[in-house]
């Protein structure tokens, strides 16, 4: 029954926050190691789902296993020892029943404890993944437990979790204390999600009529057999699609809430914009105007704009964000655009300044290496409205920097900034008006994880390539292959091209093995390329250092540019026709896709070569594989979300990602995309949660998310 009572729900709440200290068999020590696993209270056992379940119902013979299946299985322990194979030691064991046989192996662990755990004549059921060596059935690290000494192996426990371990804490002994977890969690649950949300779950009703056997069969299952996986599928479905829906709403009350704030409502004659929209020598593509059409309309409106720009790389989304400075610029107001890096800054602005040329628009460019002098100039015309346009660094939100009227801030690559950084450039202005905010990413984000982190975002996406941008070549190249990368390099230098050679580090790591910039620079100006001029860029060169290198390499002087990934985003020499990755089983997918797309911007046939390490696993192979197959950026970076997970893909450290004890957005997008219609289905009714039946459900959010709201990007 959906809770009405916001009392009884604290009440719930006050259960869930209950120490595990409160249960039987957890004391100081026990407690200690569960805290190690992140579990101290009943809430959190609750969340601490079963990895797989035992069940009893489908133990089978010993002669009935089935090679490349995996299966559960008991017999006694006949035989184990260890044994000697080339000074390698192998723990083997010999189960048997009334009708078979099946080897044991462990090749590494600790033998000694598994030899005074496990003994001779002794019944023991087991699990694991059944293969076949020297023509007799065998099970690799099997995992095992003494039946004897198991609490619910009985008839009215049919099927038995098996939970991820908890160092010292034995499964028979997990599973008393978990069992009491349950039961008490379970019997304070309560449904959160109202009638019509339900509805729009596709899931039949009877799943949402008991919060509290949800919970129960999610860890301790009634059936076995056919039933089993249809049961704990159904419930964990309700469970995440609870946690889901709670956030969704979350996430649309935010997006809400910044629409109700007083913004700028840019009123723009279209002058400066078609000057140069006239003076350029190509068209805008497709997708390049709807985009602009989206940014317009936003910026037209009274409330902030708050929209994220996603496009491949080379799709033109800088055009973009300068057409919507010049927006700004037109009704009296000033444009902010924040690069993570300096060279990345510096870049943009020479970009822009050439764009602008013979338009009345003051541009100007505020980084770390600014000198005083110039900056105390740029801080003076800032305040008085005379610049226009501002590019820079994290040096454009330092306490002293304050413009005349701020109506728009840009912010590329925004997965490195943090929120905070995004809220005090926002804040610079002197109006009172919120400005609009437009963040970009060349990182095409997937659904699943744009509804999680930027849920309370309005999404334009550029997905048309400019004509004449032509597929870059990918490659992966061996270390026998290297000679003949290193020719086709000279070869493309005769023919007047130019190649980066991209390293992961500057210098050489203890623990890494890794070639370095500065090595690698040295080692091909001397050894490889001795006829060719060979540039250095890395990150902890000084400003002035970097900008040489970059118009060394620019003007064609240097031919081949050794660096980091400080050329990740941003550089464009069209006439660059090769990028070398050293390494490149090192990197992100969409880091090597971002590489990648630094050269084949002149037109001309381009490649990209990843140099591969000697010792490459076989998921690194596969990774890299996938940059030969495509040059889709949203299909590479579903790949890499799968392969990295969405904390390292965005950067764990200013990720923003929500922390879900259940669901998983890996695993669980399409439930995301469900959740969302529940949520809009509740709030198209109650947008303010107002209503007694809904206050729960705001009390709830506010508990849950209102802290970790400021996490989320939202400019």
Not at 143 to 150: A, I, S, Y
Request: proline share 4%; with cysteine; glycine share 10%.
């Amino acid at each position: 029954m959906a809770i009405t009572d916001l009392d009884r729900y604290r009440q719930m709440v006050s259960v869930m926050d209950t120490p595990l200290t409160a249960l039987k068999g957890v004391g100081p020590k026990v407690f200690a190691r569960f805290e190690k696993k992140g579990l101290r209270t009943i809430g959190d056992a609750l969340a601490y789902l079963p990895y797989r379940y035992e069940d009893r119902t489908t133990i089978k013979p010993l002669n009935e296993l089935i090679p490349g299946e995996a299966a559960t299985f008991k017999g006694v322990l006949k035989r184990l020892e260890v044994r000697g194979y080339r000074k390698r030691r192998v723990l083997e064991g010999l189960l048997v029943d009334e009708r078979g046989s099946l080897q044991l192996k462990w090749f590494r662990g600790n033998f000694e404890w598994l030899l005074k755990k496990y003994k001779e004549g002794e019944e023991l059921i087991g699990y694991g993944a059944v293969g076949v060596f020297a023509g007799r059935k065998e099970v690799v690290h099997p995992e095992l437990e003494l039946v004897e000494e198991d609490y619910s192996a009985s008839e009215t426990d049919p099927v038995i979790p098996v939970y991820s371990e908890v160092e010292g804490v034995h499964q028979r002994q997990l599973r008393r204390i978990m069992k009491q977890a349950v039961e008490s969690g379970a019997k304070a649950r309560a449904a959160l999600v109202p009638p019509k949300a339900q509805a729009l779950s596709g899931l039949d009703p009877r799943w949402w009529d008991s919060p509290g056997r949800i919970w129960r069969e999610l860890h301790f299952p009634s059936k076995g057999g056919e039933d089993l996986q249809k049961i704990v599928t159904g419930c964990r479905h309700v469970a995440v699609l609870e946690e889901f829906f709670l956030l969704q709403v979350a996430l649309l009350l935010k997006k809400s809430g910044d629409e109700s704030v007083g913004g700028v409502r840019h009123s723009p004659t279209y002058t400066l914009v078609k000057k140069l929209l006239a003076s350029l020598d190509y068209e805008l593509t497709g997708a390049q105007r709807r985009v602009l059409s989206e940014i317009r309309s936003d910026m037209e409106k009274p409330s902030p704009m708050h929209r994220l720009l996603q496009g491949d790389v080379g799709s033109g989304k800088t055009l973009v964000a300068l057409n919507s400075a010049l927006l700004a610029v037109e009704g009296g107001y000033q444009a902010a655009l924040m690069a993570p890096t300096e060279v990345l800054a510096e870049q943009h602005f020479k970009n822009i300044s050439a764009l602008l040329s013979g338009l009345p628009v003051n541009v100007k460019l505020l980084t770390g290496s600014t000198s005083a002098s110039e900056r105390e100039s740029i801080l003076g015309d800032l305040a008085t409205g005379d610049i226009d346009l501002l590019v820079g660094t994290h040096a454009l939100i330092v306490e002293d920097v304050s413009f005349s009227r701020l109506g728009l801030i840009v912010v590329d690559e925004q997965h490195r900034f943090g929120v905070m950084q995004r809220v005090k450039l926002a804040e610079k202005g002197r109006t009172g008006e919120l400005p609009d905010t437009l963040v970009m990413t060349a990182t095409p984000i997937p659904r699943s994880l744009s509804m999680t982190v930027y849920g309370d975002l309005d999404l334009s996406v550029i997905d048309e390539m400019p004509p004449g941008r032509r597929p870059v070549a990918t490659k992966i190249i061996k270390e026998r292959g290297r000679k003949a990368v290193f020719e086709f390099v000279r070869e493309e230098a005769k023919k007047g091209r130019q190649a980066y050679v991209v390293c992961p580090l500057v210098e050489e790591s203890e623990k890494v093995e890794l070639k370095a910039a500065v090595e690698t620079a040295e080692y091909f100006a001397r050894e490889v390329f001795l006829d060719l001029n060979v540039g250095l860029l890395h990150g902890r060169m000084r400003g002035a250092e970097k900008a040489e290198a970059l118009e060394a390499f620019a003007s064609g002087k240097t031919q081949v540019l050794v660096s980091t990934t400080v050329i990740e985003v941003g550089i464009d020499v069209p006439n660059a026709t090769v990028m070398l990755v050293e390494h490149a089983e090192r990197f992100g997918l969409s880091q090597l896709h971002q590489l990648r797309g630094r050269v084949g911007r002149g037109g001309n046939e381009s490649w990209c070569f990843l140099l591969a390490g000697a010792n490459v696993s076989e998921d690194g192979w596969q990774r890299l594989r996938v940059m030969e197959d495509t040059n889709d950026g949203f299909r590479i970076s579903e790949e890499d979300l799968r392969i990295r997970g969405p904390g390292d893909m965005l950067g764990t450290r200013q990720s923003g990602l929500p922390d879900f004890q259940i669901g998983n957005i890996l695993r669980d997008g399409p439930l995301l995309e469900v959740a969302r219609r529940m949520a809009h289905a509740v709030l198209d009714d109650d947008p303010s949660l107002g209503s007694q039946p809904n206050l729960v459900i705001k009390w709830v959010v506010e508990r849950r998310w209102s802290s970790k709201l400021s996490l989320l990007y939202s400019g």
